[in-house]
Nanobody, 130 residues
């Protein structure tokens, strides 16, 4: 069973920065897409950013463009994804949510649909105070 191991998150003031990391637990598992989603209390889970099917540039939600940067660890030097990061700068109170890492191989559907991803991390809390 593939597991996604997340790290990072925490509490910062508005304007601050945080970095999230996510890695697959099995060395042999390589995904075609990995993404970050977030869910605030009472809200639906929404896509934040994702690498999808070998694209060099990740997709971003409009709400985070210019502030968040998703990167991949290319240590394995393959086209597949196994470790990704989410650098979050200029954080706003509305970014407060539980952030989840997601991965899949088939990646059927749109990058920002939670149904496109089969494997999920346990979530890490990001809290931004004003």
């Amino acid at each position: 069973q593939v597991q996604l191991v997340e790290s990072g998150g925490g509490s910062v003031q508005a304007g601050g920065s945080l970095r999230l990391s996510c890695a697959t637990s099995e060395y042999t598992y390589s995904s075609n897409c990995m993404g970050w989603f977030r869910q605030a209390p009472g809200n639906e889970r929404e896509g934040v950013a994702a690498f999808y099917f070998g694209g060099r540039n990740p997709y971003y939600a409009d709400s985070v463009k210019g502030r968040f940067t998703m990167a991949q660890d290319n240590a394995k030097k393959t086209v597949y994804l196994s470790k990704v990061y989410l650098q979050m700068n200029n954080l706003k109170p509305e970014d407060t949510a539980m952030y989840y890492c997601a991965a899949d191989t088939a990646c059927v559907g749109s990058w920002n649909s939670s149904r496109s991803f089969h494997y999920w991390g346990q979530g890490t809390q990001v809290t931004v105070s004003s």
